[in-house]
C-alpha cells in the first residue's frame, strides 16, 4: 500500500540550529501540505502546494521557515534558527484533489521535534 | 472564519458499548468532511470521507454522518475495543483552504 514517507522520525535540536525535515507523498498525488501539531492541539496549515507550486503559505512563518517542492515530487521543510516554541509533530500529507478543492488527505508518519 | 469543535473532549468507555463522538463546524459551506484516527506519538489515518452531498459513510463498524446545514458530523463506533483507544480528529475542507481540523475526542476503551 503507498504511503508518504517522511523523515526523520525524530529530531532533537538545540534552540538556534538549523533542521530540515523530508517528505515524500504517495506517486501521483500532486498536492503536499505540511501541517504542524502541537502536543493535544488539531493539526494547523504551515504550506500546501499543487505540484512545484505554493498555494497557501499563510500562516508559515517566514523569518525562519522555509519549504520548497522543486520538482513538484518531494518536499523539504526548513527552520532556522529553530526556537523553543517550535516543538512540535510536523505532519506532511498528500491528496490527489487539486488544491481548491481536497480529496482524501493521506498523512505520513510524522518527524517529532524537540528544541532544547 | 471556520471554527471546527469536537465534544467531548475525552471518553473511557468499558469494551462492548456502542459510541458516539460529535464535531461541529461554524461554517457549513464546505466541500466534504473527514474523520482521522490519531495513535499516541504517531501520524493520521484517514477513516471515512464524506462529501458535501453525502449523508453518512460506513466502514465495518464506524458510520460517520454529516448534517451540513446544521454544522455536525457525528461519528459512530460499534461495538467499542480496547484496539479503537486512540485520538479521533474530524477536518473540513472549504473553498480556498486546506483542511481545518478540531482539537480531537481522545477515546479510551477498556477491557
Known amino acids: 500500500e503507498a504511503e508518504v514517507a517522511q523523515s526523520p522520525r525524530y529530531k532533537i535540536t538545540e534552540k538556534s540550529q538549523a533542521v530540515a525535515f523530508w517528505c515524500d507523498p504517495i506517486?501521483?498525488?500532486?498536492?503536499l501540505y505540511w501541517y504542524r501539531q502541537i502536543l493535544g492541539q488539531g493539526p494547523e496549515l504551515l504550506v500546501q502546494f499543487q505540484d512545484e507550486s505554493v498555494v497557501d503559505d499563510s500562516q508559515l512563518p517566514k523569518d525562519r521557515f522555509s519549504a520548497e517542492r522543486l520538482k513538484g515530487v518531494d518536499s523539504t521543510l526548513k527552520i532556522q534558527p529553530a526556537e523553543l516554541g517550535d516543538s512540535a509533530m510536523y505532519l506532511c500529507?498528500?491528496?490527489?484533489?487539486?488544491?481548491?478543492?481536497?480529496?482524501?488527505?493521506?498523512f505520513g508518519e510524522g518527524s517529532r521535534l524537540t528544541v532544547l | 472564519k471556520q471554527e471546527v469543535t469536537q465534544i467531548p473532549a475525552a471518553l473511557s468507555v468499558p469494551e462492548g458499548e456502542n459510541l458516539v463522538l460529535n464535531c461541529s463546524f461554524t461554517?457549513?459551506?464546505?466541500?466534504?468532511l473527514q474523520w482521522f484516527r490519531q495513535d499516541p506519538g504517531k501520524g493520521l489515518t484517514s477513516l471515512l470521507l464524506i462529501q458535501s452531498s453525502q449523508r453518512e459513510q460506513t466502514s465495518g463498524r464506524l458510520n460517520a454522518s454529516l448534517d451540513k446545514s446544521s454544522g455536525r458530523s457525528t461519528l459512530y463506533i460499534a461495538a467499542s475495543q480496547p484496539g479503537d483507544s486512540a485520538t479521533y480528529l474530524c477536518a473540513v475542507n472549504q473553498a480556498g483552504t486546506a483542511l481545518i481540523f478540531g482539537k480531537g475526542t481522545t477515546l479510551s476503551v477498556s477491557s
Open positions: 461554517d457549513s459551506a464546505i466541500y466534504n
Open positions: 506517486s501521483g498525488h500532486a498536492t
Open positions: 500529507a498528500s491528496s490527489p484533489g487539486f488544491a481548491g478543492r481536497t480529496g482524501e488527505l493521506f
